[in-house]
């Protein structure tokens, strides 16, 4: 083998070598953060959760007690989501929904409902959206608190007609210059209650047979 040949040998060598020890290095590194990634992811969830349901009004770990809902009538979900369950000493204090506005400005706003076991709201939560900063963004609770609008509301207060924007003569604030968007989180907010008051039973029966993470299924698309 001439100069030129060994040359590119070696250099060959080196090269899958270094991608070796690379791909290596990487590998540890995921494993070895693996664990801390996904402890922060759970860390983060539960904290969204517990701004709708404190501490001090339930004491099993929300985010262990979970269904599986699939409803695209009442909910919007284009895909299963989670619905936690929040308890007091076995006894079920309420819910918290995952709903999906189809219908903002700029696509879908996600969020989360949480409901008292009464059929009362605890929180809105809005996870992610496209709204236009300045305009449609405030309903993310980093920009504005409009979501707390919805506290303590529920199916009978205010009465149907009235779960509207005051644009639509309902008792819900627009923003100046945006209409579509908070329209849209509070058609969300209507209907999720609409889903709870529909699912109520089985969401307590699940409950109260303590039985973790699964699907259960009703005319309204939680399925088992
Ligand atoms: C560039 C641009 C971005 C806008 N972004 C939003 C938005 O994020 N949310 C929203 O409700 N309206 C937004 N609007 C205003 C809407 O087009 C609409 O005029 C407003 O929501 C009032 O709706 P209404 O006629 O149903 O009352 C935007 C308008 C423009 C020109």
Redesign the pocket.
Known sequence: MNILGQSITKNGLLLGLFAIVTTGVIAGTYLSTRGLIQDNIRHAEEGALLELFPKSSHDNSMLDDALSATDSELLGLREAKKLYRATMNGEFVGAILPATARD???GDIDMIVGIKEDGTISGVRVLSHR??PG???QVDYKKSHWVDGFLDKSLSNPEEAKWAVK?DKGVFD??T???????AVTKAVHKALLYYAANKAEIIDATAKNMGEQQISTDVGMQR
């Open positions: 903002g400005y700029t709204e236009t305009l449609g963004d644009k627009q923003f210059g945006a209409t579509i968007t908070p329209r």
